[in-house]
Structure formats: C-alpha cells, structure tokens
C-alpha cells in the first residue's frame, strides 16, 4: 500500500538542529512527505486533522513526556505507527514505551540506513527496534540493580534535586522548562526504580552517583 503512496512522517523533536537533520536525511529518499513538529500539543493536534503514517517521536520534550505522548496519540489516531527516537537507553524506558502501544524505538546514534530500515520494519507491521535497543532489551534482566545510564541534563538535574532545588529554581538555572524538567525527574525515578525523591537521592547517592 505504500509503493506508490507518499508516506506523511511526522517528526516530533523540540531540538530544531535534531529536526532538521532527520528532515534532510528523510527528504533523500523521495517517498516521504513529512511534517515536522517542536511540541507534543501540535501533533496531537495535527493527527486530528490529518492522517499520519508514521511519526518519529522524541521521550523528552519541553511541554510532555513522550512517554505519554506515545499513549495519547495513539488514542487518537490508533492506525498512526509511534516510534520512540531518544537518547534515552534505559530497558525500563524502552519498555515503558512499547507497552504504551510505541511501534518501535531507535536510539539517535543509529545511522541514516537504519532509521529507515526501522521506518520500512514498522509499516510492514513489525517491531521496529535499532540494533543497539535489540542488544539492550536481549539482555537478562537482572534482579540486582544495575546503575543506569544518565544523559548529562539528567546527571545535571540528579544534582540540583539532591541540593534541594524546586523544579522551578532547576529550569531557571538550566534555562529549560518546568515541565522537561519533571519529566527528567520521572525518568530519573523510573531509572533509579524509586518511589519518590528522597529514595531517588538515597540510592544515586548510595552508589556514588553523588
């Protein structure tokens, strides 16, 4: 169905530098008409109008979590096909998504090639996973806890909450909004499976994250 069709892509990412790139990247290979989108409230408004098939989603963004992004816009438009593109490599994460009805999630190391192996997997109604997700989901679960990969806004953020900073005081100095910065905080909770703050410092500092 989608040979001789373009393919809407919408790209969801609130880095312009990230969106242009995949734009570019896309915009070679001819068979994708794609839209391009700084904030999760514009897509989900977007899909209500307009049919999309495929859109690359980023977990982090300013104004909501992709986490439950993925899940709203799913609701809305259950045939548009949602993968997770992030830096963000926790298994828990990986894992959040899918079950919240993600078709696939890509790492934004991967290259050119495999974004769009991933993109062709998803709308031949497979799960769409880059090669470094495949190795971090393959692993054994383990029951003792592995310390997580934290991004530096997350290591940035691990800091200013363990000072005792608001998320307020945390998005001024870092010049970011108070939402990413709650939805770093629930990443940071969901990493650090704790289940709350004080648990969350506890154990970075515990494992000398602090």
Known sequence: MYNNTPINIALVDDHPMILEGLKSLLQQHGRF??????????????????????????????????????????????????????????RSIIFRFLENGGNGYILKN???????????????????????VQEIISR??????ELPRLTKREQQILQAIAHGQTSAKIAESLFISVITVETHRRNLMQKFKAK???????????????
């Open 33 to 90: 008409q794609i839209f391009s989108f700084t904030k999760g409230v514009a897509i989900l408004d977007f899909i209500q109008e307009n049919t999309i098939d495929v859109i690359l989603l980023d977990i982090v963004l300013s104004d909501a979590n992709g986490l439950d992004l993925c899940k709203s816009i799913k609701q809305k438009s259950p045939s548009s096909i949602v993968i997770g593109i992030s830096n963000q490599a926790e």
């Open 110 to 132: 991967a290259d050119a090639q495999e974004i769009v192996q991933c993109i062709d997997k998803a709308l031949l109604g497979e799960l769409a996973l880059s090669r470094e």
């Open 140 to 145: 054994p679960s383990t029951s003792t806890f």
């Open 196 to 210: 709350n703050m004080i648990e969350l410092v506890k154990i970075a500092t515990e494992n000398k994250l602090l």
